[in-house]
């Protein structure tokens, strides 16, 4: 059974930074594609940034320049390093895995961008 834990989400001041990170356990292979969506209150799902197995990656226009993402693939892991956060950047962010041929989620973590 897939899993995923997040961590690192909270509440920061407009210009600040955060680093989330995803660990996903029950993993018997490389996951195919790693990244992160994100929904604000009253808003749709949105995708922020995946990172193929393949090194290519995908940012949203929006935080392209400010955001990084990476993965560690002997731990199964990816992060999110958010810089110069504003704060409409306000949002659950919800790690996700696609492996063998499924997508898995990770619980959600809540961040938070005061001005």
């Known amino acids: 059974q897939v899993q995923l834990v997040e961590s690192g989400g909270g509440s920061v001041l407009a210009g600040g930074s955060l680093r989330l990170s995803c660990a996903a356990s029950?993993?018997?292979?490389?996951?195919?594609?790693m990244g992160w969506y994100r929904q604000a209150p009253g808003k749709q799902r949105e995708l922020v940034a995946q990172?193929?197995?393949?090194?290519?990656?995908y940012y949203v226009e929006s935080i392209k320049g400010r955001f990084t993402i990476s993965r560690d693939n002997a731990k199964n892991e990816a992060y999110l390093q958010m810089n110069s956060l504003k704060p409409e950047d306000t949002a659950v962010y919800y790690c996700?895995?696609?492996?063998?041929?499924?997508?898995?989620w990770g619980q959600g973590t809540q961040v938070t961008v005061a001005s």
């Open positions: 996700f895995v696609y492996v063998a041929g499924r997508n898995y």
């Open positions: 029950g993993v018997t292979s490389t996951p195919h594609l």
């Open positions: 990172h193929f197995s393949s090194g290519s990656l």
